[in-house]
T-cell receptor, first 112, second 114 residues
Framework: DQQVKQNSPSLSVQEGRISILNCDYTNSMFDYFLWYKKYPAEGPTFLISISSIKDKNEDGRFTVFLNKSAKHLSLHIVPSQPGDSAVYFCAASATNTDKLIFGTGTRLQVFP | DGGITQSPKYLFRKEGQNVTLSCEQNLNHDAMYWYRQDPGQGLRLIYYSQIVNDFQKGDIAEGYSVSREKKESFPLTVTSAQKNPTAFYLC?????????????FGQGTRLTVV
């Protein structure tokens, strides 16, 4: 049972435009969400997070939106750059559990 | 420099042998995790530990074992019972104690069983 889902395995975006990566979750106990970026043969690196008390968090070119009623979050990257090309994972956790569950990932390709 | 270290980066073993993957962190984190990555499957949680001498099974614990005798160390043993052990293994740590915070990852170990 996949509790965190990223239904788009890949996304291709032109440089300078907006990239929107989506993530859905099923467990209503999740209250903390994170986005990670991963290059091949390396560990993921943390990008941005959001707690369930917020519906938006922004950090430079990266913005995460959370829609609790729809159990949906999205990562917006604007403007997209070629260096953003990587696999992006969303992850979720429930308070006091420390258990961190990841989605299946979306491969983003930003072309010139 | 604080961080999380996995060793070795590449590991080859014969089928039927147990193998132990090392994970050490000097971030003073309480929580540690092991994930497995397969193509198209994302990161699947094998085991996690919230505190020394305690750990919980993740979603795919069968065929694996862990120990948490020290706060800094969380080794993962891939046993001969694991039916498909060839994969990329990632260790992570976080502050833990139920606090909202990101997890930091090591660089991974690619295990190939021949």
């Amino acid at each position: 049972d996949q509790q965190v889902k990223q239904n788009s395995p890949s996304l291709s975006v032109q440089e300078g435009r907006i990239s929107i990566l989506n993530c859905d979750y099923t467990n209503s106990m999740f209250d903390y969400f994170l986005w990670y970026k991963k290059y091949p043969a390396e560990g993921p690196t943390f990008l941005i997070s959001i707690s369930s008390i917020k519906d938006k968090n922004e950090d430079g070119r990266f913005t995460v939106f959370l829609n609790k009623s729809a159990k949906h979050l999205s990562l917006h990257i604007v403007p997209s750059q070629p260096g953003d090309s990587a696999v992006y994972f969303c992850a979720a956790s429930a308070t006091n559990t420390d258990k961190l569950i990841f989605g299946t990932g979306t491969r983003l390709q930003v072309f010139p | 420099d604080g961080g999380i270290t996995q060793s070795p980066k590449y590991l080859f073993r014969k089928e039927g042998q147990n193998v132990t993957l090392s994970c050490e962190q000097n971030l003073n984190h309480d929580a540690m995790y092991w994930y497995r990555q397969d193509p198209g499957q994302g990161l699947r949680l094998i085991y996690y530990s919230q505190i020394v001498n305690d750990f919980q099974k993740g979603d795919i614990a069968e065929g694996y074992s862990v120990s948490r005798e020290k706060k800094e160390s969380f080794p993962l043993t891939v046993t001969s019972a694991q039916k498909n052990p060839t994969a990329f293994y990632l260790c992570a740590s976080s502050i833990g104690l139920g606090m909202w915070t990101e997890a930091f990852f090591g660089q991974g170990t690619r295990l190939t069983v021949v």
